[in-house]
């Protein structure tokens, strides 16, 4: 029967760059690492990405590891780091995509007409319209602005998002349910 080795022996065997000892730790960390990483996240298939790129990276930087300390807390922080990294990208990408809404929502509501009483109820129309937006799902906000304002089909839409046809169609036909109850005022 072989033997388990203890944490300083995995860590040294980990930076002499053993496979093996790499794999036990993977085996033994995975789930409590993936687990971790949800919590920030909250999204399985975004954690278990970072999970794995974190695991590479600790792989890739195996020789700056100092052996006096535990292998955990090193994989631990690379986790913790690319969660912040990945939600601050994701809460920017969001914010630029509400900026450009907004922008592209006044643009053709003023290009429409220079009437001023049409002009009010434009900007009325724009104002429900955002918060529609906003009572979206995210998903379902991307993958309708994925359809409608870059012209993808709903197959592009399905191969890049990894999902089926039919969650597309779903996404957008909730999309299109809620702005129809949203905007009744504004339909004929």
């Given at each position: 029967?072989?033997?388990?080795?203890?944490?300083?022996?995995?860590?040294?065997?980990?930076?002499?760059?053993?496979?093996?000892?790499?794999?036990?730790?993977?085996?033994?960390?995975?789930?409590?690492?993936?687990?971790?990483?949800?919590?920030?996240?909250?999204?399985?298939?975004?954690?278990?990405?970072?999970?794995?790129?974190?695991?590479?990276?600790?792989?890739?930087?195996?020789?700056?590891?100092?052996?006096?300390?535990?292998?955990?807390?090193?994989?631990?922080?690379?986790?913790?780091?690319?969660?912040?990294?990945?939600?601050?990208?994701?809460?920017?990408?969001?914010r630029i995509k509400n900026e450009m809404l907004q922008k592209e929502y006044r643009a053709s509501i003023i290009s429409l007409t220079d009437d001023?009483?049409?002009?009010?109820?434009?900007?009325?129309?724009?104002?429900?319209?955002?918060?529609?937006?906003?009572?979206?799902?995210?998903?379902?906000?991307?993958?309708?602005?994925?359809?409608?304002?870059?012209?993808?089909?709903?197959?592009?839409?399905a191969d890049s998002k990894g999902i089926s046809i039919k969650v597309v169609e779903y996404h957008i036909s909730q999309a299109l349910k809620l702005?129809?109850?949203?905007?009744?005022?504004?339909?004929?």
């Amino acid at each position: 029967m072989e033997k388990v080795p203890d944490e300083k022996e995995l860590m040294i065997s980990i930076i002499n760059g053993d496979r093996r000892s790499f794999d036990t730790l993977y085996s033994k960390e995975y789930k409590k690492v993936l687990f971790y990483s949800i919590q920030y996240l909250h999204d399985q298939a975004l954690a278990e990405d970072i999970v794995q790129d974190s695991f590479i990276a600790l792989w890739e930087k195996r020789k700056l590891l100092d052996k006096e300390f535990p292998i955990q807390p090193y994989l631990y922080s690379i986790v913790k780091n690319r969660c912040l990294n990945l939600l601050r990208k994701l809460a920017n990408d969001k914010r630029i995509k509400n900026e450009m809404l907004q922008k592209e929502y006044r643009a053709s509501i003023i290009s429409l007409t220079d009437d001023s009483s049409d002009v009010v109820i434009k900007f009325q129309l724009e104002e429900y319209i955002k918060k529609a937006y906003k009572e979206l799902p995210e998903k379902v906000s991307n993958t309708f602005i994925m359809n409608r304002m870059h012209g993808m089909t709903y197959q592009e839409i399905a191969d890049s998002k990894g999902i089926s046809i039919k969650v597309v169609e779903y996404h957008i036909s909730q999309a299109l349910k809620l702005f129809r109850i949203r905007l009744k005022d504004f339909i004929d």
